[in-house]
């Protein structure tokens, strides 16, 4: 279901060098949307004093999780391997239901079309959507 | 039974005044197909569905978007009854085409991607959280009647 091409790897990588100088503001954009359209989620983050989408601590964690995103970009020949340590960090610290993985891909995809929606094109929507599958799969690799 | 602040109906339709019902039915639909291809298998009539440039350049595929987003225009105007206003098309999508539910969810995605290349950052995360409360009520009136 989720083997990236060398097509997808690099539609990946063409529209993630356009995109990555926002990517700042992709990581909190798109986990605010995730904390506001699917509230479920705040049950991550009740020990941060402000759960709201757009307090402090909310946008430092879409920017750390953006980060990783850029790490997986780089790393997209290999997710399994280079994705191990989040992996074992999701699996076995964080315990994160891997089914919220797809939501905030999900709000990602929402924030690059709103952000870049010429370069979106239905293309780059699917082998972004790859990516992402693949790396949520990566990354609930050590959960059982 | 999904219950709607005038907040939220004023915000539905506002969102809606910006879609062109030609524009972003197509986009939707064809996202729909590219990015989930086993959909292909609903439209065994519209010829060649099989790459991204023949769903873009695929007439039926055009013609068909504008019709699920003019269904979707019953839903803004009825928007406290969709159930009721979706139990013929529910009913038709199950045992007529036979489609598995689940696919109405990828729609709905696609449909709010679709908006968000178009309305941009009108779609900020108070109205996305809206606009999904309304097409999970479409998605769920979509259902309702496969039993």
Known sequence: ?144 | MVKFTEKERSTIRAIWEKVNIDEVGPDALARVLIVYPWTERYFGTFGDIFTASAVLNNDKVRAHGKVVLKALDEAVKNVDNIKKTYAYLSRLHYEVFHVDPDNFRLLADCITIAIACKVKSALDPQVQATWKKFLSAVVDAMNSQYY
């Open chain 1, 1 to 144: 279901m989720t083997t990236l091409t060398a097509k997808d790897k690099d539609t990946v990588k063409a529209f993630w060098a356009k995109v990555s100088g926002k990517a700042e503001d992709i990581g909190k954009q798109s986990l605010a949307r995730m904390l506001a359209v699917y509230p479920q989620t705040k049950t991550y983050f009740a020990h941060w004093k402000d759960q709201s989408p757009d307090g402090a601590p909310a946008r430092k964690h879409g920017i750390t999780v953006m980060n990783g995103v850029a790490d997986a970009v780089s790393k997209i020949d290999n997710l399994t391997a280079g994705l191990l340590e989040l992996s074992e960090l999701h699996a076995f610290t964080l315990r994160v239901d891997p089914a919220n993985f797809k939501i905030l891909a999900h709000n990602m995809l929402v924030v690059m079309a709103i952000m870049f929606p010429i370069e979106f094109t239905p293309e780059v929507h699917v082998a972004m959507d790859k990516f992402l599958a693949s790396l949520a799969l990566a990354l609930a690799e050590k959960y059982r």
